[in-house]
């Protein structure tokens, strides 16, 4: 028996990567399961994003593990197609017993020079597609006085970074919101975590861009030479956790096992955390 067997989770930002992994990791344990993704570029995003293969690549990978997978192309930063996301779940499922808010984009520039585009993609998408995605399931969750939402935020979430700034401003107002909603619908028998990821080993951070935004002065920047900076920000001495790690913590999270968990902002941070003060 698996821990979420019967179970049905929605999760945004499916196409590839923590995404992808926490498909994987739910429906290992017995869940069906709905994904989301954009499968699109923004054009402020400064590596290629997730696309429709993608997304039908996890549907047949959650399909080998015996378990049912919907794959439906939508925008977090529109809540009426979050609000169709779930209408589409629950026409397929019946019930949606988990929300991961997943989806996020990483881009790079200082507050003083970036555009106004490049900021509102930004909180559009980790912000504002965080608030969509669990307004979108909260009715139904409410009326069932049942559910389990994990948001991912970042240890971005729990300190300031240059050149950054408009990511950082994203991810602690994560944590606010998580916060906020999980006093907000307790009575009802929901929980509502974040998890806080240290840098993961994903597209997201392994590209040219993100090697910069450690070795600005550096041409050509390898994942080699990025692995020493990255390092620098964890207590353990590794670089990047992998996206099964985070998995591991959004798993506990789900289950009964954290059945009297909610409000919490869980670092998965290889040690990042230990020097933070909130």
């Known amino acids: 028996m698996g821990k979420l067997d019967g179970r049905v989770a929605l999760i945004t930002g499916g196409a590839r990567g923590q995404g992808r992994s926490h498909a994987l990791t739910l429906a290992r344990e017995g869940a069906d399961i709905v994904i989301c993704d954009i499968a699109a570029q923004i054009d402020t995003v400064p590596y290629p994003m997730g696309t429709k293969a993608q997304l039908d690549e996890t549907v047949s990978l959650v399909e080998d593990l015996d378990r049912r997978c919907v794959a439906v192309q939508a925008d977090v930063r529109d809540g009426a197609q979050m609000k169709a996301v779930v209408d589409r779940a629950l026409s397929e499922f019946g019930k949606i017993d988990i929300l991961l808010a997943n989806a996020g984009i990483f881009s790079f ?6 555009s106004d585009q490049m900021w509102a993609d930004m909180i559009d998408t980790n912000l504002t597609g965080v608030f969509n995605s669990i307004r979108a399931v909260l009715p139904h969750m409410i009326e069932r006085r049942s559910g389990r939402i994990v948001a991912t935020s970042s240890m971005a979430g729990r300190a300031g970074f240059p050149n ?6 994203a991810k602690w107002g994560v944590i606010g919101l998580v916060k906020s909603v999980a006093m907000e619908v307790a009575q009802y028998g929901i ?4 998890v806080c990821p240290t840098g993961v080993d994903t597209d997201m951070i392994q590209n040219e861009h993100a090697y910069r935004l450690f070795l600005p002065d ?19 001495p590794i670089p990047w956790v992998e996206p099964q790690d985070i998995s591991n913590a959004i798993l506990f999270l789900v289950s009964d096992d954290a059945r009297y968990i909610t409000g919490n902002a869980m ?12």
């Open 267 to 278: 670092p998965v941070a290889a040690g990042q955390n230990a020097s933070n003060v909130v």
């Open 109 to 114: 520039g200082t507050i003083a020079e970036m």
């Open 164 to 169: 950054i700034g408009h990511y950082v401003a």
């Open 191 to 194: 929980t509502v975590n974040a």
């Open 218 to 236: 550096m041409e050509n920047p390898t994942r080699e030479d990025a692995a020493k900076a990255f390092a620098a920000l964890n207590a353990l």
